[in-house]
């Protein structure tokens, strides 16, 4: 899941009076209270550089009209705007390389043996951004499992940004972000370019689906999945949130499925969650 980038603004005089303390005590309280990402008040630059272009384009004069907007009026577009804003969307094509490779050479081979009979995988992307985890997977397997080319394969992808789902669903991609992790040959075999972008095939696009879903949110009860990606998001939550999640990822997850979570990430639920160490990276089974 990102960093964020500050905003320099040069030969524009923009008019605004500065932010209070409570203010910001009130960014922070409205972004846990809709999203439950934890801020933290050392922080508080973010929310100017995050949010300049929000109140920008609705013709505000400051982050502290935006305040008194939230504050006062009933504005659910806005109010949603200000979430997406403030989440995280950093993400690559194969992200940190070592889960593709474990997931290439141990945790698909299995899972694909134990599934031989049912010819059917399920696979979950949470906190996808714009989808290049879940198309970075769907390369994954068909460039190295061919014999799936019979199976009914789904990845689901999901993000609590709306923006990012719909980059996600239309698969074009500047080239920035294809030269970033993506091997030269997959880019030659899984896109195709359209002017300044590059566009997933539709074979590759056909794997994945994508929905605007917050993770601390409950999911459809009866989802099942065989394989889960929670990379990257769980520390921006608080300890309790954290928990939360993992239960009800564990309802989901099927009894011989994995679950991946970013390198500096644990779930620190022994009851249900067993780590397991191979080719350098840790990943989970339901205990």
Not at 4 to 30: N, Q, W
Not at 47 to 59: D, I, V
Not at 175 to 194: C, K, S
Request: hydrophobic fraction near 35%; include cysteine.
């Amino acid at each position: 899941m990102l960093s964020f980038g500050h905003i320099h603004i040069h030969d524009e005089k923009v008019t605004c009076m500065p932010c209070s303390e409570t203010d910001y005590a009130f960014l922070r309280r409205f972004i846990l209270e809709r999203s439950e990402n934890v801020l933290d008040p050392l922080r508080d630059d973010l929310f100017e550089a995050r949010l300049y272009r929000l109140w920008q384009r609705c013709g505000m004069n400051g982050l502290d009209e935006l305040v008194k907007r939230l504050r006062y009026a009933i504005d659910p577009a806005l109010e949603q705007s200000v979430v997406e804003a403030m989440t995280i969307n950093e993400t690559s094509f194969f992200r940190d390389h070592t889960p593709f490779e474990l997931m290439r050479s141990k945790l698909l081979p299995e899972l694909i043996q134990r599934r031989e009979s049912k010819r059917r995988l399920r696979f979950w992307s949470a906190a996808c951004s714009s989808g290049q985890e879940a198309y970075s997977l769907a390369m994954l397997l068909r460039q190295h499992f061919p014999l799936l080319s019979g199976w009914d394969i789904q990845i689901l992808g999901t993000d609590i940004n709306s923006a990012m789902v719909c980059r996600a669903q239309s698969g074009r991609y500047q080239r920035m972000e294809v030269n970033r992790g993506l091997p030269a040959r997959f880019l030659l075999q899984y896109f195709r370019r359209d002017g300044d972008e590059w566009e997933i095939t539709s074979e590759l696009r056909g794997l994945c689906q994508f929905q605007q879903r917050s993770i601390t949110q409950s999911w459809p009860f009866f989802e099942r999945y065989d394989g889960i990606l929670l990379r990257n998001a769980l520390f921006y939550f608080s300890t309790e949130t954290q928990k939360r999640i993992l239960r009800r990822t564990h309802r989901t997850l099927e009894p011989d499925g994995f679950l991946l979570l970013g390198s500096s990430e644990q779930t620190s639920m022994p009851e249900l969650w067993q780590p397991v160490l191979d080719c350098n990276t840790c990943y989970y089974r339901p205990c």
